[in-house]
């Protein structure tokens, strides 16, 4: 029995803390479920999450988690279909590659939506499981395609909240009302060139249902700018019940500064100025619930940012080095033993996203921050995720990203120079969270670490202990 939509949003409202949705799999279900079992928003990352399933099965599945949440999906016929495809008792030989998934693509595809729906739920469902705390799931809105059949899956595990940035999420409030009335999406595929009609993306949920009614989460746009907020709280689809302010100095993807031309320093990194700064006041104008992200990192920042009307703080950083972080445990350490030492750096890259979007590489040995390491790898693109749909020259729609093997890259009409510094984060972020894939010869795909600006602080919630768990990371934050 679903608790009445009131209570669970009150929930989150009054949450304190969110801990910020980061993907691939750093928050997955184990973090978000560490965090909202204790009060706090807990949020697990949905992007990539088709991948992240079929690996994790593929790995064997050692606790049996999955199959444990996979045994509730409503469509059994679904769940039992990718596990008689992909799920290896005892693990995968660790020399062995992992099964290649379909890439995503405009092409109406039952099986790519059927993954994402059953992938999404069993994180959400895991996340929920064994407390009354809330969760949320975010997801990139650039990332476009996975979109509506992630947040579906999502909703059948009765998700709390749903939080997505990385470009405007307009439409997102309209299609949660639209999934929970049980109704068919359809959005239309942003291109990057013009002179055909942009193809529409569709989905039917009537396929998953049980004919019981949905919950339509809570929706929190994640924005940098006061500006921002405005227009969506104005011109959204439906209904924005808050905010999430994020600053430059978060970790992940940042939105990059206002105004043109950009301006970087002596290292390539962009330079942010006054016309980025948040007017608080005019946030908190707006009436809607606000919590602040980037860089509050200890309890003096919180209460500060609560006294300046924020219901309290979205933060990534201090979660993603803690125990229950999807972050392949001995890379985390090597990063708390880095900071412990003071040997880490923290770069806002231009050029690393092939999004365009400013992204905070840390730098860390043997990672892909590393000049050498990022020479050696070969460009592959076989994930996917962040490739944009453009025009081919005879009006069909084709996928490219700037990460890709160059020949193929300009092949596709990309330009040299965009491809310049590229990293391929789809595989790189794979890795981090020890799903990396075996490429021919046995080398495994080098990892990236990304933190917000911020990584130092870790340092503080560790205090003289070697390891610390999301839970430290609360009572540091929370302490009177
Ligand atoms: C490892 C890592 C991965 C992240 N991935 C995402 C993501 O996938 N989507 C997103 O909206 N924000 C992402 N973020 C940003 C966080 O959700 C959060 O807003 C931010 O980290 C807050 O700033 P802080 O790192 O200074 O605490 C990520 C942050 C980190 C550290």
Not at 112 to 134: I, K, N, P
Not at 184 to 200: H, K, R
Not at 337 to 362: E, I, N, Q, W
Not at 457 to 480: H, M
Request: hydrophobic letters at 45%; proline letters at 6%.
């Amino acid at each position: 029995m679903l608790p009445q939509l009131p209570i669970r949003r009150a929930l989150f409202e009054l949450s304190r803390l969110i801990q910020g949705g980061m993907g691939i799999g750093v928050s997955g279900w184990p973090l978000a479920r560490a965090v909202a079992s204790r009060g706090h928003l807990g949020v697990v990352s949905g992007t990539a999450i088709d991948a992240v399933l079929v690996r994790r099965l593929q790995d064997g599945d050692p606790a049996g988690e999955l199959r444990r949440a996979m045994a509730h999906f409503p469509v059994s016929a679904i769940a039992e279909a990718v596990l008689e495809r992909y799920f290896i008792p005892g693990g995968r030989d660790p020399k062995a590659p992992y099964r290649a998934l379909t890439m995503h693509s405009h092409r109406e595809q039952h099986a790519v939506q059927d993954l994402l729906v059953l992938a999404s739920f069993v994180e959400v469902w895991l996340a929920r499981e064994g407390h009354g705390g809330a969760v949320g799931i975010n997801l990139l809105t650039k990332v476009q395609i996975p979109t509506v059949p992630s947040l579906f899956g999502a909703m059948l595990a009765s998700v709390d909240c749903v939080l997505m940035g990385a470009g405007i999420p307009r439409d997102i409030p309209g299609i949660l009302d639209t999934l929970a009335d049980g109704r068919g999406v359809e959005t239309q595929l942003e291109l990057s060139g013009t002179g055909v009609a942009a193809p529409i993306l569709r989905f039917d949920p009537t396929r998953f249902t049980t004919g019981d009614a949905l919950v339509r989460p809570a929706f929190l746009a994640i924005v940098s700018s006061h500006v921002l907020a405005t227009v969506l709280s104005r011109k959204a689809t439906g209904t924005v019940d808050g905010f999430v302010v994020e600053a430059p100095s978060a970790g992940g993807h940042n939105a990059p500064p206002r105004g043109r031309p950009a301006v970087f320093d002596a290292i390539g990194q962009p330079i942010y100025g006054e016309r980025d700064s948040v007017d608080l006041a005019a946030l908190a104008a707006l009436g809607l619930p606000f919590w602040l992200a980037g860089g509050v990192d200890t309890p003096e920042l919180l209460r500060s940012a609560i006294e300046a009307g924020a219901t309290g703080a979205q933060v990534g950083t201090l979660f993603a080095f803690c125990r229950e972080s999807g972050m392949e445990p001995a890379l985390r350490h090597q990063v708390i033993d880095l900071v412990r030492c003071g040997g880490v750096h923290v770069l806002t890259s231009s050029r690393a996203s092939s999004t365009g979007y400013p992204f905070k590489v840390a730098s860390v040995p043997g990672t892909l921050s590393e000049a050498s390491v990022y020479a050696a790898r070969e460009r592959i693109c076989d994930l996917g995720y962040l490739r944009e749909a453009y025009v081919k020259p005879n009006g069909s729609i084709g996928y490219r990203c700037a990460a890709e093997p160059l020949d193929t890259y300009l092949a596709k009409g990309g330009s040299l120079e965009d491809t310049m510094g590229r990293t391929c984060l789809c595989n790189g972020l794979a890795a981090t969270i020890g799903l990396g894939q075996v490429r021919p010869g046995g080398a495994i795909e080098p990892p990236i670490v990304t933190s917000g600006d911020g990584l130092a602080a870790i340092a503080r919630v560790l205090g003289d202990r070697e390891d610390y768990s999301a839970a430290d990371v609360i009572a540091y934050l929370t302490a009177p």
